[in-house]
């Protein structure tokens, strides 16, 4: 008998989570339910930055900074001198709105607020030209779209931001376009636009509702993206992959900040794989206990499963990992289930009110007998992440230098069924470059005006590279049954691949979320048959959205 799909089951616990909004409940001391920020905006840096600055006192611990996105009531926290989060978090008129009705506030473009509802509505605008170097052609990206928020009854919020995208990208991301069966790096399918082969357009689109049925409880339904962890990269859950719908309960209680994450995903190979255009679905569930041990000094527990169904439509979803509490492989064990397990240990200390060190401990599979062995045993799939920020580097207000390196074990997060590897929509959910890595990042921001947002990164990193015809662990979109042997099996084996990437951003905010921005992005890729070179200069404006990313 065909089980219920995990559209009908979420729609029926958020249908008796909302029976119990209506009923009365003491009102939250945050004063009710709170919208997310999006991922990726200025505002994360300054709440981490304010994190950092509060260790040892109660602030520190009111924010659990590896779990991400953060709540918009945690804008509260961050530092009390950044203009930006000021103007980000207030509600209150400016002296002269336009035409009286359009900024009546700092942060949005109409803006209501009345008894039991606030709305807010911003146009999104990316425009950015430039040009890539032995390219005579124009590289650009145009997006206009528009995002809505807003909190009913201070029980209910929403969000939601639709984006119409053409883009001419720099040439490594058209290649990586695709090598991913026409899939956008960190969006979905594109098409050509008016024939122009060079060209790409594509649809962005998110959105989610959230619930406080209780004050200790988030509830939040929709497409969006969600991230594990407070580094750079992330080898448990990041944001890289394409939006997926999800179902979270977030539950925070003393010490203890608990999320579920239930996920619906795509399983999107080859055009030929589908049938009738329909993508196949697999599913994933996410657990993280996050707790503060001391204000200063956080530990998160993570374990993650992804699996699918076996029916005639290929559409199914395993109620037994809806479960909270369970741990996975126990029902791996008992139920036969052969979900794809990944564990995980998120952790970071924040000192001297200058420094967070942090880390990651990734486990897709261990056997301990053969660990201590060191034989170098295929199954033994792991990765690890350190990392440290400094901020005011050398007593210099707002200067700030980030250092981290991670590596993942060739085979981490394939599995020899690929319809369960962590993938969703032919993309990792961790790390974007796979498994099989060693990486290092230096990251320097530097915030001298209030205007003025500057950043540079560094990215330095050594693959094992497969082809057509091998499986060296770094594609895990390969099953793990071709792999090239089972023991001396090391990182970075297979073709050795050299990334360098840096990145230079400065950016100079004319009006609140708006950018004027100047970018240099300078890519290098050597291996033992050729060495490539990317170097790319680009001007543009950018109006309530983040910059694009392409670190791969």
Known sequence: MRQPCIACTTLLLLNVL?????????????????????????????????????????????????IKPYMRSALGFSAADSDYVKNESSFTPVRKPILKHFYRTPAHLYHVDVPDFQLAVDPVIHFQVGSEQGTDE????????????????????????????????????????????????GEGRVKVFKDNPNVVDFLAARGCITLRPIRQIHVQFGQDKNFIGNGHRSLLLSDYAKDYLFLKLNTRVWKLNYQNLFTELMDYRAINDMRDGYVPRKYAAFHTLSVNITPAFNVALFEGVVFAGRDSSNRHFEL???????????????????????????????????????????????????????????????????????????????????????MARPYSYSHNDLAINHTHFHQPLAHPLGANFTEGIVIVRYHPHPKLFLKGTLISANLGADNDTTNFGQNMFLPNTTRQWDYGIVTG??????????????????????????????????????????????IGIRMNIPERRFEF
């Not at 939601?160 to 720099?170: R, V």
């Open 320 to 406: 037994q990992y809806l479960n909270p509490l369970i741990l996975y492989r126990t029902i791996e064990y008992h139920s036969g289930s052969s979900g794809n397990v990944i564990l995980g240990l998120d952790a970071h200390w924040n000192f001297l009110h200058r420094f967070q060190l942090y880390g990651q401990v990734m486990l897709d599979d261990i056997i301990y007998r053969e660990f201590l062995k060191g034989s170098g045993w295929w199954g033994n799939k792991y990765g690890f992440q350190l990392g440290v920020k400094y901020i005011n580097v050398l007593g210099v207000s707002n200067l700030d230098l980030q250092l981290e390196t991670s």
């Open 138 to 185: 124009f590289k650009y990206i145009n997006t206009r779209g528009v995002e809505v928020e807003g909190i009913v009854a201070k029980r209910v919020g929403f969000h939601s931001y639709i984006g119409e995208n053409q883009g001419n990208f720099i040439e490594y991301v058209h290649e990586r376009i695709a090598e991913n069966y026409s899939v956008m790096p």
């Open 18 to 66: 909302s029976s119990r909004v209506s009923a009365q409940m003491p009102e939250p001391k945050s004063g009710g339910v709170s919208t997310f920020v999006p991922l990726n905006e200025p505002s994360y840096h300054f709440v981490e930055r304010s994190s950092i600055q509060s260790c040892g006192d109660s602030l520190s611990g009111a924010i659990f900074t590896g």
């Open 493 to 538: 084996q297979g073709f050795s691949t050299h990334l360098l990437y840096i990145d230079f951003l400065a950016s100079w905010m004319q009006f609140h979320n708006v950018f004027l921005d100047l970018q240099l992005t300078l890519r290098q890729v050597n291996t033992a048959m050729e060495s490539r070179k990317d170097f790319y200069a680009g």
